[in-house]
């Protein structure tokens, strides 16, 4: 009998204790922190469309041309040196 009080004095405890009020105010901040430091490291990288889908300079063509149309241009190839450029 004493080992399921004492079990459920451990339960009531761990439930009071999980149950009280949580300050979130750091975490908040500490989001934008991570949120500006991303924002000052992120690069534009052009080259995945004609780079990493280029097998045989077929597929990277088509990639690119689909990244185009997709961004409401007439089109686009991969130039020699492997940047997507669309046309107008």
Do not use: W
């Amino acid at each position: 009998m004493k080992i399921y009080v004492l079990v459920s004095l451990i339960l009531v405890a761990v439930a009071v204790i999980s149950a009280a009020p949580y300050d979130s105010r750091d975490e908040v901040e500490l989001f934008e922190e991570i949120a500006e430091e991303v924002g000052e490291r992120a690069t534009r990288q052009r080259r995945v469309t004609c780079d990493l889908l280029s097998a045989g300079g077929f597929v990277g063509d088509t990639a690119c041309a689909a990244n185009c149309l997709s961004m409401g241009k007439a089109g686009g190839h991969c130039n020699g040196s492997g940047v997507c450029v669309c046309r107008r």
